[in-house]
């Protein structure tokens, strides 16, 4: 039984469209699958970064809030040692005012 040249072309090409719808289905999933994939990963991208922002702001409030507690301590010792001086220089020149 001998097929006609055309049936053999034919059978042929059918042949090779059904391997490169084969591969070409297997590299579709794969692709679809990549493309999950990376979606997800810009999403834990995207939420890293806010968390990252959220940090970095609650980080700032808190150290601006630390220098301003610093500054009313480092005032206040500044104003008790500024004091504690004038009372000692005038506790020192005391004896010479009262001769």
Request: aromatic share 4%; charged share 30%; no cysteine.
């Amino acid at each position: 039984d001998v097929l006609r040249s055309d049936e053999r072309a034919a059978r042929k090409l059918q042949s090779q469209v059904a391997v490169a719808s084969s591969v070409l289905s297997k590299y579709e999933g794969v692709h679809v699958a990549e493309g999950r994939l990376l979606e997800d990963d810009l999403e834990v991208i995207a939420e890293a970064r806010r968390r990252l922002s959220a940090w970095e702001s609650s980080t700032m409030s808190e150290a601006s809030a630390q220098r301003a507690r610093v500054k009313l301590v480092l005032g206040s010792l500044s104003r008790r040692g500024h004091d504690f001086l004038g009372t000692e220089l005038q506790l020192l020149n005391l004896p010479r005012l009262l001769r």
